[in-house]
């Protein structure tokens, strides 16, 4: 196991791009579907799908989709569909997630609550569940409706549990972990596990650990970035999390640590309805101070390898190889 940790914290230039270099033209097949499923003879529909296919980001879970599908040579041509869907789903939740949240900006571009109207937003995630969904049930599987559908109703019991959360700085590790699970890793695992299924059923059970995984380290890595990166390198402010008085591993593993004094800045700025730029940078020093960032990394690299070892005993093929270094990537993920 020291040998793969090692591995895993050791930097890599595995890009995304290399990692989809096995799947780069079933992803451009993917781009063309996504707007086929979404096309609808209306104008308001047209211009609003126009701006999320931009907003569609790195392509990740699709991609884990088609390299699942790709892990033992054999790929059922419907994950493109598959693939299609996965995404969608995804930008359904990020749509709803940006209105729930008041969001202006995502990935550099307006969301689309502020472009347009929190009631377009709502309606227009749900107007991409709906489509994802009937081109779901269009593949006549019902196994693979089962599993995505279950994803849905996860994503939305994670979105719950985050605004339920009414004592912030209370809310614990298990409570945390269950909630990235909902909200992350169930899709992530999902993608792996319904992209096994269209090409490599046998791998079904281990492709759907591997998602499971990589969703957590995926999620805390993103969490770390809140607190270490710039506006230019992720898209968004750092500390946004904090400015929307959302807690996540690295202030929940400080808080313990935390003196009389530091905890009263801490309760201040979750005391105070809009955060300065002080307050934020004052927290995030308190939080590294304590050493929450490098517990959150500890778990990170956990979860990580925990994705590794799911991979053992896959077939030595292209996708098996790119899967391996999507944990890099994950892991040391600048944007």
Request: proline share 4%.
């Amino acid at each position: 196991m020291s040998g793969v940790a090692t591995r895993i914290r050791t930097p890599t230039t595995s890009a995304l791009h290399d990692i989809q270099s096995p799947v780069r033209e079933r992803l451009e097949d993917v781009v063309v579907e996504m707007r086929r499923i979404v096309s609808a003879d209306l104008p308001m529909i047209e211009q609003v799908s126009g701006h999320l296919l931009q907003m569609r980001g790195k392509m990740f879970r699709p991609t884990l989709a088609l390299l699942a599908s790709e892990t033992d040579g054999t790929p059922d041509p419907r994950v493109v569909t598959l693939a299609s869907v996965v995404e969608l789903m995804h930008l359904a939740s990020l749509v709803h997630d940006d209105s729930v949240d008041h969001s202006a900006l995502r990935r550099g571009l307006p969301t689309v609550n502020s472009l347009f109207s929190h009631q377009v937003s709502v309606i227009m995630g749900d107007f991409l569940y709906s489509r994802a969904l009937e081109a779901l049930v269009a593949l006549a599987d019902l196994d693979l409706l089962r599993v995505l559908t279950g994803v849905s109703s996860q994503l939305t019991i994670g979105e719950m549990r985050q605004l339920a959360a009414v004592e912030h700085l209370a809310f614990t590790e298990v409570e945390y972990e269950s909630l990235i699970e909902a909200k992350t890793a169930s899709l992530l695992s999902a993608a792996c596990e319904t992209g096994a299924m269209c090409g490599a059923m046998r791998h079904r059970t281990a492709l759907k650990r591997f998602g499971a995984r990589l969703g957590m380290a995926f999620q805390v890595a993103d969490d770390i970035l809140d607190y270490v990166e710039t506006a230019s390198v992720t898209g968004k402010p750092t500390g946004l999390d904090l400015r929307e008085h959302k807690v996540t591993l690295p202030l929940i593993a400080a808080v313990p640590k935390l003196s009389p004094a530091a905890r009263s800045r801490v309760d201040a700025l979750f005391a105070t309805e809009e955060p300065s730029d002080e307050q934020i940078h004052e927290v995030i020093g308190l939080v590294t101070e304590a050493g929450g960032i490098d517990a959150a990394r500890r778990r990170g690299e956990q979860y990580a390898l925990e994705a590794d070892a799911a991979l053992r005993g896959l077939p030595d093929t292209p996708a098996r190889a790119a899967l391996a270094d999507a944990i890099l990537y994950v892991m040391d993920r600048r944007s």
